[in-house]
């Protein structure tokens, strides 16, 4: 079993910055890629960015390429989500999710979730 704990969301301009973080816990997870998606109201729940536990290629939606970055400290357990230059559209609940699957785009593909945290993003 993993524990993924998301926090730092929050409401901000637009134009501005946050910074997500997600605390992992429970079983030997090296094995895991580590990812954020974001479900906006009334609409699906979307892959935004992805990273291997065990370190390599980060992947991310067209949507955020260039202002998002995911990263992660292996040392603290935590995968963080760097969001720069948010839009209002950017705004969303945002998870942390695990899979072990080597396919992480699509929501089904994930065996962990998150409780959320609420980003709004005001014009």
């Known amino acids: 079993q993993v524990q993924l704990v998301e926090s730092g969301g929050g409401l901000v301009q637009a134009g501005g910055s946050l910074r997500l973080s997600c605390a992992v816990s429970?079983?030997?997870?090296?094995?895991?890629?580590m990812g954020w998606l974001r479900q906006a109201p009334g609409k699906e729940r979307e892959f935004v960015a992805a990273?291997?536990?065990?370190?390599?290629?980060?992947y991310y939606a067209d949507s955020v390429k260039g202002r998002f970055t995911i990263s992660r400290d292996n040392a603290k357990d935590t995968v963080f989500l760097q969001m720069n230059s948010l839009k209002p559209e950017d705004t969303a609940v945002y998870y942390c999710?695990?899979?072990?699957?080597?396919?992480?785009?699509?929501?089904?593909?994930?065996?962990?979730w998150g409780q959320g945290t609420q980003v709004t993003v005001s014009s």
């Open positions: 429970g079983r030997t997870f090296s094995r895991y890629i």
């Open positions: 990273v291997p536990w065990s370190g390599g290629s980060t």
């Open positions: 999710a695990a899979t072990t699957s080597t396919s992480f785009g699509r929501r089904w593909e994930y065996d962990y």
